[in-house]
Structure formats: C-alpha cells, structure tokens
C-alpha cells in the first residue's frame, strides 16, 4: 500500500515559521503503553537545562523497539500545549514522516547537536 503526498500548504511567512517551536533532543526513555487505542510508546525526551525532560506518545511501534529509541536524538515541537491522550499528558509533538505504508519514520539530525536547539 502506497501513501500518496499530501498537497502543499498554504503559503506562510517566515514570521508564522517562527511561530512553531522545533527543538532537538535525546530520548532518554521509552516504554510501552498498551492503554492507547492505537499502538503506541511513551518517551521521555531531554531537552537540554533550558526545557528539560518532556514527555510525548508516539505511534512509532511499527518501525522502532523500544531498545533502539533510548539515545536517539529526535525533532519535536516544544511550543504546543500538553494534550491528554488517554491518561497520559503528552508536551511535545514529536516530528516524522510517512514511509511507503504510512507509518511514521522519526526525524533525526544527522549529526549530534546538543539538546534544546532550535531549527531554523
């Protein structure tokens, strides 16, 4: 099964760009939640002295174990406000994109960069 593109948005500003809050950080835990409809993990991600640990639900089980996430360094957006999923809070979107089966692959920067830095 093919995941067909999605349109391109709206155009947008560099000042609305500057709206969305992207960090980088290392996902310091993993876990399973087996209480999520769909499933998922729950990482604990550092995000440096400046935002410390946050904690996120990720729908990533398909295309990682929890072994291989712990260390990882990962984008996510920081600046949205926390959502319950279930009966765990999630503070920060974690970023990636669809693969051919439309599960999500993490971004990642390609080299270390120390944690809490902003993308631009």
């Known amino acids: ?16 760009f500057r709206k969305v809050d992207i960090r980088v950080g290392t996902i310091v835990a993993a876990e399973p939640y087996p209480e999520a409809r769909r499933p998922a993990y729950k990482l604990t991600i550092d995000f440096g002295p400046e935002l410390g640990q946050k904690r996120s639900s990720a729908q990533i089980t398909k295309r990682y174990t929890l072994d291989e996430l712990v260390g990882r360094q990962v984008a996510a957006v920081a600046n949205f406000p926390k959502k319950q999923i279930g009966k765990f809070m999630s503070e920060v979107l974690v970023l990636g994109f669809p693969d051919e089966h439309g599960e999500v692959v993490l971004i990642s920067p390609t080299l270390g960069i120390p944690n809490g830095g902003r993308l631009y």
Do not use: G, N, V
């Open 1 to 16: 099964m093919s995941t067909a593109p999605e349109p391109i948005a709206a155009e947008i500003t560099y000042d609305d």
